[in-house]
């Protein structure tokens, strides 16, 4: 079965990201993950990253494609306009297939018009929004910000648009469930739901109560096509994630899960 990791981040040389990698058994390299990827048939992986305010447009190895993100400064109001330019730059690359929110990182709820060029901006290039939604990393970040209820008013006032709310708006589950299933514009990936190395079966024995609710609120939804396999690399294991997702994930539907929903979404090369 091949896979697609729809979520993952990819920065050389940031102590922060190498000390993740190094928590779950690995490395922060193309090598390493040219290495990994052939142990689990990964074919492909979606970066989630921020804009270059100098215009410099990523550069990733050919296994790996893009989002180019809105995070960090990029909507302080003497910066906004050059924003806006360094997004559309890049949204025209090929190798850009979206565009990513940090709401929660960013102060701003989700239906603020300080958003509305990029929505119009990915509407016109045809790429998807993906937002970060739930649970933050850090606490200098808001979570009134990231509810995955915010994403409700923004997918009716942009209905041409696909949004991804990534990591299922977790803990917010139920609410996230509700989101995805009204607006046929809204899926989720299932990414940065553990951190660290696991063992699967110790895991599904342990916390046997919130699978059993992840396993709810995805069958809730009632359409499997709207879910995207994604880990949050370098936030955990690559094989722990995808055993785990294995037995959450009906196996009839692991083609479309693992693989087919994350090119139809992001409209990857094959």
């Known amino acids: 079965m091949k ?47 921020n804009i270059s305010m100098e215009g410099e447009s990523p550069v990733y190895p050919d296994f790996l494609s893009y989002c180019t993100g809105v995070g960090g400064d990029a909507l302080e109001p003497d910066k906004i306009d050059q924003s806006i330019a360094a997004i559309e730059r ?35 290039y045809g790429k998807p929004v993906a937002v970060h939604m739930g649970v933050t990393a850090h606490s200098r970040a808001l979570l009134r910000y990231a509810h995955p209820l915010l994403m409700d008013q ?8 696909q949004f991804v709310m990534c990591h299922y708006g ?24 553990i951190a660290g190395k696991f063992d699967v079966a110790d895991y599904l024995r342990h916390q046997s109560g919130y699978v059993e609710q992840l396993k709810t609120w995805i069958h809730y ?21 995808i055993r785990l997702f294995k037995s959450v994930i009906p196996e009839k539907h692991h083609e479309n899960f693992f693989y087919n929903n994350a090119m139809r979404i992001y409209g990857l090369p094959d």
């Open 3 to 49: 896979v697609i990791d729809a979520h993952i981040h990819f920065r050389k040389g940031v102590p922060h990201f190498d000390n993740l990698a190094k928590q779950a058994g690995h490395v922060v390299s193309e090598a390493h993950l040219q290495e990994v990827f052939a142990k689990e048939n990964i074919s492909r992986a979606v970066v989630m990253t």
């Open 90 to 124: 890049t949204l025209r690359l090929a190798d850009c297939v979206g565009l990513k929110i940090y709401a929660g990182y960013t102060h701003y709820y989700l239906s603020d018009p300080v958003y509305t060029p990029f929505y119009e901006l990915a509407q016109k």
């Open 154 to 161: 923004v997918a009716v006032d942009f209905p041409q648009v």
């Open 170 to 193: 977790n803990p917010w589950l139920m609410d996230a469930a509700a989101v995805v299933e009204k607006n046929d514009n809204v899926a989720a990936d299932l990414s940065g739901l």
């Open 221 to 241: 939804v009632d359409n499997y096509e709207k879910f995207m396999f994604g880990t949050d690399w370098p936030l955990t294991d690559f094989g722990d994630y």
